[in-house]
């Protein structure tokens, strides 16, 4: 590693950065809630019913959403909410008023992140192109540990001065937006909005459309818009009658009452109490156990009625919250989970890559390849590929009793944010940048942190610098040579890179140790403390320290490197004293470190076959 303020000269006279200081690992949180779906086969009387109040709630929720946007930044408190709950219970009712205002407060604190994050990613691709303007066409600069260089040609020059003028103006929008209040909230989706202005250009008949063929597309997406529109949210009430008191479930048949609103009630209310029950029975397949033990015990159940009118079918989801308010999640410790073995994961784009590491670092068995192709798959069919891959995983997990899985801490934001700029250009670029998109980062790392935590695993996050180049430089043919003679699978800087995340989380460092552990357990009770100390990376093999001798003055000794296995005992020979205070000769069995006058330095053989170990 680069020195401080050294500058190291590598290939071709270039500098070298300095390496930049790592992360500690960390154990990710499991989730605080869960979610889980089942379909509802409705009726044509209870999909008329469910539409009409969908319909009407969802005109009060974009009323109510506008009113609250027109308060701009106040604080939750000043939100005026009672009154705005008083005024929708009269057309509704108390509990359909309080899950709108609730929702729209919700929805008014993401769009402010959302603006922030927006403000952020503008400023740093403004100072990208500053950074690259500031530099002549054709030349670098070198500003700091990092080398600037400017465009290509005085055309692409100007090109980026036409984009920093563009982004220039959008951040002074986005900041007085941000500044008065202003959010941009679009109910139901703002790509389903812009595509209405398209729908003629995008409708797959030919050209151009007869008037029954664009009726057919603009009512499709009428209906495809109402139904994004539509509120069917009921937030529950720990004490209520299985757990929600306006959509209540009855485990024992699956029998669904809905409390309709007001104006609604005279209309189609067939129960008491302005209540609706729906011919359709709900079943909970996955997790209904837990689902009917919280709402028997009258916990807290939310449930959302949706319509997917491109398969023109109802689901029905209840999710609940497994952590009580303003409590911690509680997590395991990194010792505990070092204790045990952990499979590494690296993920790249079209694959996963694993591996499974004891807790001292060594890998274990083969490399493990899992395919995960997502390029140009709809949300759906990616989503589904990506939960088989972590299945896959955790039941590799599990099959070496491993107590967690690693992986890289990964975000993209700001190289998405200035991929134009800092990740070349022209069709390497291009190609770069696509890979970069193509890596679910965010999606594996969410879908992975639950699906484990259910399963009784934990997910350690790790940094992830230089994993790939030190896997190459320092595992990749080691390990290349150690599988060729049991199996024909080929370890990958992938899988190389696997081992390094894997180590990173267990303690160790990424260096392998060519000749045996750093050191036995006896050198391993005894602190190093003063300056100076023997360092591991200087270390050939274990080291046992043994009293000095004085049987010869002026002499002492030392073991040689003999031509012997690992079983056989070292061979001693005398060689001529050093002075006091001189280090030993280095060689493969010294250690660099502080002498002792007369000292004895006698050095053992590896216990036990090891290709890494933590210090």
Not at 230 to 242: H, I, S, V, W, Y
Not at 359 to 387: C, K, M, V, W
Request: aromatic content about 4%; some cysteine.
């Amino acid at each position: 590693m680069c020195g401080v303020g050294k500058r190291v000269r590598g290939g071709k006279g270039r500098e070298l950065r300095p390496y930049r200081a790592l992360a500690a690992p960390f154990v990710v949180a499991p989730p605080s809630g869960c979610r889980i779906r089942t379909r509802l086969h409705l009726s044509s009387a209870d999909a008329v019913v469910l539409r009409a109040v969908g319909e009407h709630l969802g005109s009060l929720a974009g009323a109510d959403l506008a009113a609250r946007v027109r308060m701009g930044n106040v604080p939750t408190a000043h939100a005026r909410r009672a009154e705005r709950k008083k005024a929708l219970t009269a057309r509704s009712s108390s509990r359909w008023a309080g899950a709108i205002t609730r929702t729209s407060e919700d929805q008014y604190q993401l769009g402010r992140r959302s603006l922030n994050a927006r403000i952020g990613s503008l400023r740093r691709a403004i100072s990208a192109i500053e950074a690259r303007l500031a530099v002549p066409p054709g030349a670098s600069v070198r500003r700091g540990r990092r080398t600037v260089r400017g465009y290509a040609d005085h055309a692409e020059r100007r090109a980026k001065q036409q984009r920093l003028q563009i982004l220039q103006g959008e951040l002074r929008q986005a900041a007085r937006e941000r500044d008065c209040g202003r959010v941009r909230v679009t109910r139901g989706g703002s790509r389903l909005l812009n595509a209405r202005h398209h729908l003629y250009d995008a409708a797959s008949g030919p050209k151009p459309l007869s008037e029954a063929a664009w009726q057919a597309e603009l009512s499709g997406w009428k209906e495809e818009w109402s139904a994004r529109r539509m509120f069917l949210t009921a937030d529950g009430e720990a004490g209520a009658p299985f757990g929600n008191y306006t959509i209540s479930i009855n485990p024992a048949d699956g029998t669904i009452a809905l409390v309709l609103p007001e104006p609604l009630r005279q209309e189609y209310a067939n129960a008491p109490r302005g209540r609706y029950l729906l011919d359709a029975a709900a079943v909970f397949t996955h997790r209904g156990g837990q689902w009917a033990d919280r709402i028997s015990a009258g916990a807290p159940v939310r449930y959302d009625i949706t319509y997917d009118s491109v398969r023109g079918r109802w689901y029905l989801d209840a999710s609940w919250s497994t952590v009580k308010k303003g409590r911690p999640v509680p997590v395991p410790t990194l010792d505990v989970l070092r204790a045990h073995p952990v499979l590494a994961v690296d993920v790249n784009v079209g694959h996963l890559a694993a591996w499974i590491l004891d807790p001292y670092g060594n890998p274990i068995g083969t490399p493990h390849t899992l395919p995960l192709e997502l390029a140009g798959l709809p949300a759906s069919t990616r989503d589904a590929r990506l939960r088989e891959a972590v299945s896959q995983l955790i039941h590799l997990a599990h099959l070496h009793e491993s107590a967690a899985l690693v992986i890289e801490n990964l975000d993209f934001a700001d190289a998405r944010a200035t991929g134009r700029e800092r990740l070349g250009r022209g069709r390497r670029g291009k190609n770069l940048r696509r890979t970069v998109a193509g890596i679910p980062t965010a999606k594996f790392r969410d879908r992975l942190t639950g699906m484990a935590h259910h399963a009784g695993l934990s997910v350690i996050a790790v940094d992830p610098a230089y994993t790939s180049r030190w896997g190459a430089q320092h595992w990749l043919n080691p390990l290349n040579e150690q599988t060729s003679t049991g199996t024909t699978t080929t370890v990958t800087g992938h899988h190389a890179a696997a081992v390094v995340v894997g180590r990173r989380g267990l303690g160790c460092t990424a260096r392998r140790r060519k000749d045996g552990p750093r050191q036995t357990p006896a050198t391993h009770a005894v602190g190093r403390v003063e300056v100076g100390a023997v360092r591991p990376e200087d270390r050939t093999g274990p080291a046992v320290p043994e009293t000095p001798s004085h049987r010869t003055p002026g002499r002492t000794e030392r073991t040689a490197p003999a031509r012997t296995t690992r079983g056989t005992t070292p061979v001693v020979r005398q060689t001529r004293a050093r002075p006091p205070g001189k280090h030993p000769p280095h060689g493969p069995t010294t250690v660099r470190g502080p002498s002792v006058p007369d000292q004895l330095t006698l050095f053992g053989t590896p216990d036990m076959a090891n290709t890494g170990q933590s210090t």
